[in-house]
């Protein structure tokens, strides 16, 4: 069964400091790795999406990695803002899925200053 | 460019009753998912639409949950009858196509209380 697992599943950080989020997949081949920023009443919102050809994107203060090796992937945010205060999903499209995306249980993320 | 539209916004009801949420998708979009988040999870995924014709709705209860999208743009999602469990926001999202590239945009959600 395709699962998509993240870590942690809550974090607190000081306005200005870098932090990151991990997320790890069973079950492969997959198609490709995105991660969402969910703010509290809203929608997911993409923010980068990687293929298993490529180990890193950079969308501004965010960058995600990828290691299709371990099936691991993370988000670095660097230098937070009281605006990251979010939740951040990551989804994973399986081959062997369609096209359909499995969700990670998200990172909820707080800044505070 | 206008995103996904939902509406209402809440819902709150008494276990039993019945629900029915809209979405209107982005504009030339053929593709629209309906995704139920149950707090503190990430969404999953209960029925896909390409135009007005059902791809996926293998993780819907089909005894309670209905879908349509009559003339391939806007969808309702209905649950009747409601049980307490089916508290949850409820997302809409809509893409271009069904690539395995193709990005997802999202609606804000409806959430619903089921009382």
């Known amino acids: 069964k395709n699962q998509v697992e993240q870590s942690p599943q809550s974090l607190i950080i000081l306005e200005g400091k870098n932090c990151t989020l991990q997320?790890?997949?069973?079950?492969?081949?997959?198609?490709?790795l995105r991660w969402y920023k969910q703010d509290t009443g809203r929608g997911p919102v993409s923010l980068t999406i990687?293929?298993?050809?490529?180990n890193t994107k950079s969308n501004g203060r965010y960058t995600a990695t990828l290691d299709a090796d371990t099936k691991q992937s993370s988000l670095h945010i660097t230098a937070s803002q009281l605006s990251d205060s979010a939740s951040y999903i990551c989804?994973?499209?399986?081959?062997?899925?369609?096209?359909?995306?499995?969700f990670g249980g998200g990172t909820r993320l707080m800044v505070k200053p | 460019e206008a995103g996904v539209a939902q509406s209402p916004r809440y819902k709150i009801i008494e276990k039993r009753q019945s629900v029915a949420f809209w979405c209107n998708p982005i504009?030339?979009?053929?593709?629209l998912y309906w995704y139920q988040q149950i707090l503190g999870q990430g969404p999953k995924l209960l029925i896909q639409?390409?135009?007005?014709?059902?791809?996926?709705d293998s993780q819907l209860p089909k005894d309670r949950f209905s879908a349509e999208r009559l003339k391939g743009v806007d969808s309702t999602l209905k649950i009747q009858p409601a049980k307490l469990e089916d508290s949850a926001v409820y997302l809409c999202?809509?893409?271009?196509?069904?690539?395995?590239?193709?990005?997802?945009?999202f609606g804000p959600g409806t959430r619903l209380l089921v009382l």
């Open positions: 639409f390409q135009n007005n014709g059902v791809v996926d």
């Open positions: 999202a809509s893409s271009l196509g069904t690539g395995r590239q193709e990005t997802q945009y």
């Open positions: 997320c790890n997949y069973t079950v492969s081949p997959f198609s490709n």
């Open positions: 989804v994973v499209t399986f081959y062997n899925a369609g096209n359909m995306l499995t």
């Open positions: 504009s030339g979009h053929a593709t």
């Open positions: 990687m293929t298993f050809s490529e």
